[in-house]
């Protein structure tokens, strides 16, 4: 009964055109660093934050070291440790680190992983030469940005 009432739900949305609107990278309100609401919308999985912790163009743990992710090699120690970082982060402040960490730490070497815009010199991969306008991409997804934070708000002392 439960289902077929959140699948109704989700059809009745889908044909009144109800849906989250992805914010892009350009339009992302920074307050202070932090990101009050969801890049998407949707809730962040949080599985799927810890798998681009170690993948791709995350990486989180060549910079970062995650006891939870200790069966994992190679962790780095150019950032803070992450284990605790919901105790001392709120969300909203996670989110803003994650996207762009410059805003709340100038000269953060950590990368802006949700931005398109104000690079110096910005490269086309290994062509040697510059990047086409208006084809710059984030590292991540808005919502592996949302992953990327519901795994760390999973990360307490507690």
């Known amino acids: 009964m439960k289902i077929a009432f959140l699948a109704a739900a989700a059809i009745a949305l889908t044909a009144t055109g109800v849906t989250a609107e992805i914010v892009k990278p350009q339009d992302v309100a920074y307050v202070d660093g932090a990101v009050a609401t969801s890049l998407t919308g949707t809730p962040g999985n949080a599985e799927n934050g810890a798998v681009i912790m170690n993948k791709g163009a995350g990486n989180c743990i060549a910079c970062h070291e995650v006891t939870a992710l200790n069966h994992l090699p190679f962790h780095g120690e150019i950032g803070p440790m992450l284990d605790g970082v919901a105790d001392r982060w709120s969300e909203a402040e996670l989110r803003g680190i994650v996207a ?24 086309d991969a290994y062509t040697g030469k510059a ?24 990360l307490k002392y507690d």
């Open 131 to 154: 990047h086409p306008e208006g084809e710059v991409k984030p590292l991540l997804t808005a919502q592996e940005i949302e992953d990327v934070v519901a795994y760390l708000m999973t």
């Open 100 to 123: 762009n960490a410059k805003i709340m730490f100038e000269g953060s070497m950590m990368p802006s992983f949700y931005k398109t815009s104000g690079f110096t010199r910005l490269g």
